[in-house]
């Protein structure tokens, strides 16, 4: 049997992400396994509470930075779909900011992706925060 090329997607975005479309999108007869990682925004960062809304932004080569990110990991041993689209503009406490998600034939590679898939991401595609804080206070994080 021949090998089949993964699936990949790939997006920044200000519309709400979902996680039924990430399971959607790496859907493969030959995976046996998906693993998915969820973003959320929480309430504090590095030990301050209070934090009320994040604001994303994104470098203009964050999009083909992303790509190639994911590109690396549909290379994987079994992989037969990546998935990575992360949220830019204003997002509340609770709403997500990053979806992530890797089928593969074995729940082995399949992990192996997706730490892969988010641990590359957080640290290669320029992609910026501002933590809005309770009082008006903000911080940026990642600059």
Request: charged fraction near 25%; proline fraction near 2%; glycine fraction near 10%.
């Amino acid at each position: 049997m021949s090998e089949q090329r993964a699936t990949v997607v790939t997006d920044i975005r200000e519309s709400a992400l979902s996680v039924d479309e990430a399971l959607r999108a790496v859907a493969s007869p030959r995976a046996g396994a998906v693993t998915i990682f969820v973003g959320t925004v929480r309430e504090h960062d590095e030990g301050r509470e209070g934090v009320t809304e994040l604001g994303y932004s994104a470098h203009p080569e964050a999009l083909a930075l992303l790509e190639q990110v994911a590109g690396r990991v549909a290379a994987g041993t079994q992989v037969h779909g990546v998935y990575a689209v992360h949220r830019v503009g204003q997002l509340a406490v609770g709403d997500l900011a990053v979806v992530c998600a890797v089928s593969a034939e074995h729940r082995a590679e399949a992990f192996e992706g997706g730490r892969r898939l988010i641990e590359e991401l957080k640290a290669q595609v320029p992609v910026w925060k501002r933590q809005e804080y309770a009082g008006g206070e903000h911080t940026w994080v990642g600059l």
